[in-house]
């Protein structure tokens, strides 16, 4: 009797400590995840809002389609209205093709835009409607109406979307998100250092504060 | 008269044999559970972000007003709840007492419909899917269907 109840303590010790273990490595694990830097630097062919010699270099990797890049878009309109001498905004496209299938064609779309001058506009209007045209099997037809809405030459537009300037500047993002090891979108940069998302705008302005210091 | 007593008790090993096997699955799954909430709980405590695949919707699920509940997290209840199965389940392999089931089928219960609830919120309030909280479902309705398999064959 004496020694079954000893078994028991034992067995109910041992779950315990597993259970510890488990919790602490767990904890180990999250903390661990290395944090990459920025493997190209601001060029004359990114996107950028701010001064040029904003104290802090904001850079986004991110895909029109994704829901979470639409989550942060408001975010970041946010601190740039927080910080409006402070941020250099730098949009670079991820566009993730295996699960959003119109992700391509918004970021050729805006990329178009932007060799008429609207690259923000276009890059506004397609987080603001990403519900509208996101899974639309007509994906083309709302870029065409959204450049029209922007008063773009739409011959133009249509051209530049598909050309092989279009197509080399996505190329290059995507190839130096890659190599500073963006997994996902959003993938923020602050001065160089890949940042975590914070799930909520306090957290993302604390992060700014930090860089500002 | 013998051979009756013997045949009864055959059954009763093997219904002691299938049990172990649902409370074997009641442990993994539970195990499953726990290290999904667990790893939502610790991202949530170090308020960084999970690294999502699949689906793109966890910071939007995870940062919806509906992820938290009298100011906690949605994933330290399930914690709690995944924690509770497996310490039941290995209480009722070492003592073999009844009544755990019983209280192992009304946590699951209670498991399933908060992954029902869970569901709907996700298709189609928030509109956006997390893969943590879907696996969660999942690990919930197979503790579920498990133990109420238990629960009838009692």
């Given at each position: 009797?004496?020694?079954?109840?000893?078994?028991?303590?034992?067995?109910?010790?041992?779950?315990?400590?597993?259970?510890?273990?488990?919790?602490?490595?767990?904890?180990?694990?999250?903390?661990?995840?290395?944090?990459?830097?920025?493997?190209?630097?601001?060029?004359?062919?990114?996107?950028?809002?701010?001064?040029?010699?904003?104290?802090?270099?904001?850079?986004?990797?991110?895909?029109?389609?994704?829901?979470?890049?639409?989550?942060?878009?408001?975010?970041?309109?946010?601190?740039?209205?927080?910080?409006?001498?402070?941020?250099l905004f730098v949009y670079r496209e991820f566009p993730l093709t295996q699960i959003h299938k119109n992700a391509l064609i918004a970021a050729q779309a805006a990329e178009a835009a932007g060799k008429q001058g609207r690259f923000w506009e276009m890059h506004d209007l397609l987080f603001e409607k990403q519900s509208e045209w996101g899974e639309s099997d007509n994906g083309i037809g709302y870029m065409i109406m959204y450049a029209t809405d922007l008063n773009l030459n739409i011959d133009q537009f249509k051209q530049d979307m598909n050309s092989s300037d279009v197509a080399n500047k996505i190329d290059n993002d995507i190839s130096s998100g890659n190599n500073s090891h963006v997994q996902g979108t959003p993938t923020f940069f602050v001065n160089g250092k890949q940042i975590q998302n914070s799930q909520n705008y306090s957290g993302f302005k604390q992060i700014i504060q930090n860089a500002l210091k | 008269m013998v051979h009756d007593e013997f045949k009864t008790l055959e059954e009763e090993e093997g219904k002691a044999k299938k049990n172990t096997i649902l409370s074997v699955l009641l442990l993994i799954f539970s195990f499953f559970g726990f290290l999904d909430t667990l790893y939502l709980s610790v991202k949530e405590i170090l308020a960084s972000p999970v690294s999502c695949f699949i689906f793109q919707g966890c910071s939007q699920v995870l940062g919806s007003s509906y992820s938290k509940i009298f100011g906690l997290p949605l994933s330290f209840y399930g914690l709690i709840f995944y924690l509770a199965i497996f310490v039941l389940t290995i209480r009722y392999l070492e003592s073999k007492k009844e009544k755990i089931i019983k209280w192992i089928f009304g946590l699951s219960i209670l498991g399933i419909l908060c992954a029902v609830y869970f569901l709907i919120l996700q298709f189609a309030v928030i509109r956006a899917e997390c893969v943590y909280c879907l696996f969660s479902v999942f690990n919930s309705t197979i503790i579920f269907v498990v133990s109420f398999v238990g629960f009838k064959r009692k």
């Open positions: 009797m004496k020694n079954k109840k000893l078994k028991e303590i034992i067995l109910w010790v041992v779950i315990a400590v597993g259970i510890a273990a488990v919790v602490v490595a767990m904890i180990v694990a999250v903390t661990k995840q290395p944090s990459s830097s920025l493997s190209q630097g601001i060029s004359s062919g990114d996107w950028t809002e701010g001064p040029k010699d904003a104290k802090v270099v904001l850079v986004e990797y991110s895909d029109f389609q994704c829901p979470a890049c639409y989550y942060y878009y408001p975010m970041v309109k946010q601190l740039q209205a927080d910080f409006p001498d402070q941020i | -």
